[in-house]
């Protein structure tokens, strides 16, 4: 265990769905991030967020929208997504920002059809 | 621009063989470098990490070697096991890119019994 936890695991949804995911670290960290990992593709960052303000948006589209409520805490809202959206979505904690050593959870493993 | 790549995508040895993995990062810049395993269906899990001032590094059955010069970076893991069997990433950070992480693509390790 690497004391972050995602849920679910795995997740199937429609175009016309709105689901959510949800990542909490118990490793008393300050930055949370979440990346995209496709097949046959590196890890993408999507968010970073740093003491619950959001300090990185790497050009992702507004159907995916981040929550932040506080440093253990992080979600991913999802609405009208794509098929070419299905991936496996990643949560990472650090204790800086700086994307040193980061910590990942399993994963949440997301098919749109 | 920025690109982390691993040479092989896939590397097979035979248990009790050393292997070693390797890396070539493009930014001069980059001053951390990180490895990461992941086994199927899990989040990447911290290996071990260099800093630019040095030019090696030892864990516990593992090795991180870093070459400077030629940009090049390796994993070396002795005596491999069945359970090291797992897609390895390398990783780089440096200043000039507000220390993100940049992962490269992966090299997938099979240990043949």
């Known amino acids: 265990e690497t004391g972050v936890t995602q849920t679910p695991r795995h997740l199937v949804m429609g175009m016309t769905n709105k689901k959510s995911l949800k990542c909490e670290q118990h490793l008393g960290h300050n930055a949370m991030y979440w990346y995209k990992q496709s097949a046959k593709k590196p890890l993408e960052l999507m968010f970073v967020y740093s003491l619950e303000e959001r300090v990185e948006n790497n050009s992702v589209p507004s159907r995916f929208s981040p929550e932040c409520p506080n440093s253990s805490h992080l979600f991913l809202h999802l609405h009208t997504l794509q098929p070419e959206d299905s991936a496996l979505y990643l949560c990472?904690?650090?204790?800086?920002?700086?994307?040193?050593?980061?910590?990942f959870g399993s994963g949440t493993q997301l098919s749109v059809l | 621009g920025e690109s982390v790549g691993l040479h092989l995508p896939t590397l097979s040895v035979q248990e009790g063989d050393n292997s070693i993995i390797n890396c070539a990062y493009s930014?001069?810049?980059?001053?951390?470098f990180i490895w990461y395993k992941q086994e199927s269906g899990k989040g990447p899990q911290f290996i071990i990490d260099?800093?630019?001032?040095?030019d090696k590094r030892q864990g516990q059955r593992v090795t991180v070697l870093l070459n400077k010069t030629v940009k090049h970076l390796s994993l070396q893991i002795a005596a491999t096991q069945p359970g090291d069997s797992a897609v390895y990433f390398c990783?780089?950070?440096?200043?000039?890119?507000?220390?993100?992480?940049?992962f490269g693509q992966g090299t997938t390790l099979q240990v043949k019994p």
């Open positions: 260099i800093r630019s001032n040095m």
């Open positions: 930014n001069s810049a980059s001053d951390y």
């Open positions: 990783a780089e950070s440096s200043p000039s890119n507000t220390g993100k992480l940049i």
């Open positions: 990472a904690s650090s204790q800086g920002h700086r994307g040193e050593k980061l910590f």
